[in-house]
């Protein structure tokens, strides 16, 4: 099997975008695992698969497949990349677009200056919706948050959890150079409160309008760049009274702007394709 693709990143964050409208795509777990291989295949955090919508009034459908091959809800960075791809491409003239999600309809919009804003929808903070489950843990109040004790080895980090369409824990640390990312980032993802794993974020608070982050993505470990991690620290960072809307995010592939005012969150960022190309599958089995 033959498969055209483009390359792109979003701050860093890299994904292979496949075209399924103009061709035929339904891969099994193992090729999409050979695919985002950066020895064996073509490397990316993330899979993106364009595909018609069969909703009315939404332009396409959007599929996340992670580097472990698991089909993920939602992906932010991506969804900058997603938009960029069908204009450049030719799939649509529109320079914004609505677009169907597992988590729901999302509206990207290519703007003037090159780069690309996302209505990502509301954030959702009912356990239940994350998925979460507390269980026995404990939760402290603070600002209009509430902040839960997470255990992770011997040490109970306090984590902000809530959902962007996929799940998001965030902590506070003094400086996110030295923080435990790598260590405790899988240990929190696989945590037993979380039924379908989450995504660890570590937000170091520079100012009430610029933070800094690094995110330990499920199914993919850390990346540059993690958009709906983004959007899910200042959010949690607005409650917590440390944040005022709009915030930039440094991350380590580069600067995302994420407004929110209680309402839908909207993140603003860079989206550049690298390469197209071709790459050849062996058949599913």
């Given at each position: 099997m033959r498969l055209k693709f483009s390359k792109m990143h979003g701050a860093g964050n890299d994904f292979v975008v496949l075209d399924g409208v103009r061709q035929a795509i339904d891969l099994s777990t193992e090729q999409w695992r050979?695919?985002?291989?950066?020895?064996?295949?073509?490397?990316a955090d993330q899979i993106l698969l364009v595909e018609p919508s069969s909703r009315p009034g939404v332009d396409f459908r959007y599929r996340i497949f992670n580097a472990d091959g698991g089909e993920v809800e939602q992906c932010g960075n991506g969804a900058r990349c997603f938009v960029r791809f069908v204009h450049d491409t030719g799939l649509t003239d529109k320079r914004a677009i609505r677009v169907e999600t597992l988590a729901g309809v999302i509206e990207p919009r290519l703007e003037d200056d090159g780069r690309v804003s996302?209505?990502?929808g509301p954030p959702r903070f009912d356990p239940a919706e994350v998925p979460f489950a507390?269980?026995?843990?404990?939760?402290?109040?603070?600002?209009?948050?509430?902040?839960?004790?997470?255990?992770?080895?011997?040490?109970?980090?306090?984590?902000?959890?809530?959902?962007?369409?996929?799940?998001?824990?965030?902590?506070?640390?003094?400086?996110?150079e030295v923080a435990p990312v790598t260590?405790?980032?899988?240990?929190?993802?696989?945590?037993?409160?979380?039924?379908?794993?989450?995504?660890?974020?570590?937000?170091?608070?520079?100012?009430?309008?610029?933070?800094?982050?690094?995110?330990?993505?499920?199914?993919?470990?850390?990346?540059?760049?993690?958009?709906?991690?983004?959007?899910?620290?200042v959010v949690a960072g607005i409650r917590r009274g440390l944040l005022r809307s709009p915030v930039d995010v440094e991350t380590r592939g580069g600067?995302?702007?994420?407004?929110?005012?209680?309402?839908?969150?909207?993140m603003t960022g860079p989206a550049t394709q690298v390469f197209e190309g071709e790459i050849d599958l062996a058949d599913r089995e």
């Open positions: 050979k695919i985002a291989d950066r020895h064996f295949g073509i490397g996302v209505d990502m507390p269980g026995d843990l404990v939760a402290e109040g603070e600002g209009d948050d509430c902040v839960w004790l997470l255990p992770v080895g011997a040490h109970p980090r306090r984590v902000s959890v809530l959902s962007m369409g996929n799940p998001h824990a965030v902590q506070v640390v003094d400086d996110v260590t405790e980032g899988p240990v929190i993802e696989h945590h037993p409160a979380f039924p379908r794993r989450v995504n660890a974020g570590f937000m170091q608070v520079v100012s009430p309008q610029r933070v800094r982050l690094r995110v330990w993505e499920r199914g993919a470990g850390e990346t540059l760049a993690c958009g709906t991690g983004a959007c899910a620290a600067l995302l702007s994420i407004a929110w005012e209680g309402g839908t969150v909207r």
